[in-house]
């Protein structure tokens, strides 16, 4: 399972990228995260523990996971690898590259899937990675967006 998820913000890559990378912050921007934890910091590598509601029309979803978390500050890139949760084993990356007038976002999510036996591929592909993982992953860019474009953009 794969997903990409991109957006062209109107703001520095600098600002985008302490926006990614600032996780604690996340639920009081983004309505949909319920909590961030950081269990544990050294340096660029930290252990967090996040929780978001995927709606459902007036349904929230409640989702959770552990990563490690890897933050590149000369390369604008944030890095997660999940430990706990359904999405053990998933990948994801957040790249910020400048654009003339802003930062170009790309988020990419990949994963093999649950240990489900055959229902493995299924359950990552048509279910958990365009449903839960997109639905999600789109709402976090867009709001991360919105929290740092400029007035004037």
Not at 69 to 98: F, N
Not at 132 to 148: D, K, N, P
């Amino acid at each position: 399972m794969r997903t990409v998820d991109t957006l062209f913000v109107r703001t520095t890559p600098e600002a985008m990228f302490a926006a990614a990378a600032d996780v604690e912050a996340w639920p009081r921007k983004l309505a949909h995260y319920r909590y961030v934890r950081v269990d544990e910091r050294r340096g660029d590598e930290s252990l967090v523990a996040m929780s978001a509601n995927r709606p459902f029309g007036p349904l929230d979803w409640p989702t959770w996971w552990t990563s490690r978390m890897w933050v590149d500050r000369d390369r604008l890139t944030v890095r997660y690898r999940h430990i706990k949760g359904v999405t053990t084993g998933m990948d994801v990356e957040w790249r910020i590259e400048p654009r003339e007038e802003g930062a170009f976002v790309t988020l990419v999510h990949e994963w093999t899937g649950p240990k489900w036996g055959p229902l493995r591929r299924p359950a990552a592909e048509w279910v958990i990675g365009p449903l839960f993982v997109h639905g999600i992953a789109t709402r976090t860019l867009a709001g991360l967006a919105r929290s740092v474009e400029r007035p004037d953009g």
